[in-house]
């Protein structure tokens, strides 16, 4: 699975796909989802732009948690 997918409008008529991230790493730590999304930040700015962001984290009791964030840039 990505670690992202990043789309936009496209002349104003349709979504687009513009970006995928890398494969998600399986021992994907909290600093991984902050380095993945700060290297988003940094490429796409002030653009506007919708993100679908795959994180993975870990529970208090260890267990390890996948969740996806729909987000409006």
């Known amino acids: 699975m ?5 789309m936009m409008i496209k002349d104003k ?7 995928l991230g ?3 790493p399986q021992d ?3 600093s991984k989802n902050e380095d993945i999304f700060n290297d988003m930040k940094e490429k796409f700015g002030n653009e506007p732009r919708y993100i679908l ?3 993975r984290f870990t529970r208090a009791n260890q267990s390890v ?3 996806l ?5």
């Open 65 to 67: 948690a996948q969740k």
């Open 28 to 30: 994907c730590t909290q």
């Open 13 to 19: 008529k349709e979504i687009v796909v513009e970006s």
């Open 2 to 6: 990505y670690a992202y997918v990043v």
């Open 69 to 73: 964030a729909f987000i409006s840039w």
């Open 22 to 24: 890398d494969k998600l």
């Open 53 to 55: 962001f795959d994180f």
